[in-house]
């Protein structure tokens, strides 16, 4: 069965870095775009960012465009987020998603706290 497997996050300052990664399996990854979800306690799960099948193709969310950078490896079946700069806001449960397969993973934490 699909299984999203995210991992990566922690405690981290304002201004730091944080890599996340999320290993896929159980379907052919390299067939679906790739995405990266946020949610914050209180609010709604928001699209961060996209990737194409491929990779040659990226799209923001304009809170974290410049700072956060989607990137995969389909050899690898991973889908990576290197997230510079973070600020206090940027803390949530960070989720990967293939496109069009409703499989959400357990999610992986980011809190950026001084």
């Known amino acids: 069965q699909v299984q999203l497997v995210e991992s990566g996050g922690g405690l981290v300052q304002p201004g730091g870095s944080l890599r996340l990664s999320c290993a896929a399996s159980?379907?052919?990854?390299?067939?679906?775009?790739m995405s990266w979800y946020r949610q914050a306690p209180g609010k709604e799960r928001e699209l961060v960012a996209s990737i194409s099948r491929g990779g040659g193709s990226t799209n923001y969310a304009v809170s974290v465009k410049g700072r956060l950078t989607i990137s995969r490896d389909n050899a690898k079946n991973t889908v990576y987020l290197q997230m510079n700069s973070l600020k206090p806001e940027d803390t949530a449960m960070y989720y990967c998603?293939?496109?069009?397969?409703?499989?959400w993973g357990q999610g992986t934490q980011v809190t950026v706290s001084s």
């Open positions: 998603k293939a496109s069009t397969i409703t499989a």
């Open positions: 159980g379907f052919t990854f390299s067939a679906y775009a």
